[in-house]
């Protein structure tokens, strides 16, 4: 067990529809990253958020979007979704940004039918 | 920008035998490196990292891994391997500069024989 939650762990949706995932960090980690994993793209970064500031982007869509909230935890949204959304969703956390390696959540596998 | 690129999709190994999994990285200064597993269904769990010092860094389940400037590599190895080391293998890269986020590579796929 990393420390890492996220909810829920399944989650099948139309297209169309808007999502919301949520993230818990590692007690004490103020960095939040998330991560998509899917078959044709493997694993690839989205978003950072640091102590409740974004910090970096990555390949994220428009439709995409993320906040952390002053508890630290976040929710990525996503939103008009699109059968090739479809993928397992994984947040990380890290103390800090750099010099920090990331511990992983259980993920979120997203179906969208 | 940084990449990783892992050679291997597939691996097949005896039970018992030894192991290694190759990790090329392209970053103009030295990374951060790191390994990762994922079982079947699961998160991916950190095996080891490296980020300065020594170069042969030791990780948990009996995993190590050497990093080698001159041939940007970061392989992976494990002296026996076990059936409960089936899983998936991430090789990924950060750097502070592009803020710490992971670049993995593509992915091993060990299969363990009895």
């Known amino acids: 067990d990393s420390g890492v939650t996220q909810t829920p762990k399944h989650l099948i949706t139309a297209t169309g529809q808007r999502v919301t995932l949520r993230c818990s960090p590692r007690?004490?980690?103020?960095?939040v990253y998330w991560y998509q994993q899917s078959l044709d793209q493997g694993l690839q970064f989205l978003i950072q958020y640091y102590n409740g500031e974004e910090r970096a982007k990555g390949n994220i869509l428009e439709r995409f979007s993320a906040q952390q909230f002053p508890d630290l935890h976040s929710e990525l949204n996503l939103s008009s979704l699109e059968l090739g959304d479809s993928a397992l969703y994984f947040c990380a956390s890290s103390f800090r940004t750099g010099g920090y390696e990331q511990y992983f959540g259980p993920g979120t596998r997203l179906t969208v039918t | 920008a940084q990449s990783v690129t892992q050679p291997d999709i597939h691996i097949t190994v005896s039970e018992g035998a030894s192991l290694e999994l190759r990790c090329n990285y392209s970053?103009?200064?030295?990374?951060?490196l790191f390994w990762y597993v994922q079982s079947p269904g699961q998160g991916l769990q950190l095996l080891l990292k490296?980020?300065?010092?020594?170069?042969l860094v030791q990780g948990i389940k009996g995993f190590e891994a050497e990093f080698k400037r001159s041939q940007s590599s970061f392989n992976l190895r494990k002296p026996s391997v076990h059936w409960s080391d089936a899983a998936e293998y991430f090789c990924a890269v950060a750097a502070e500069a592009a803020g710490n986020k992971l670049t993995f590579g593509g992915g091993t796929r060990v299969l363990v024989k009895p």
């Open positions: 490296y980020f300065s010092g020594d170069t």
């Open positions: 970053y103009g200064a030295t990374p951060y």
């Open positions: 007690s004490g980690d103020l960095s």
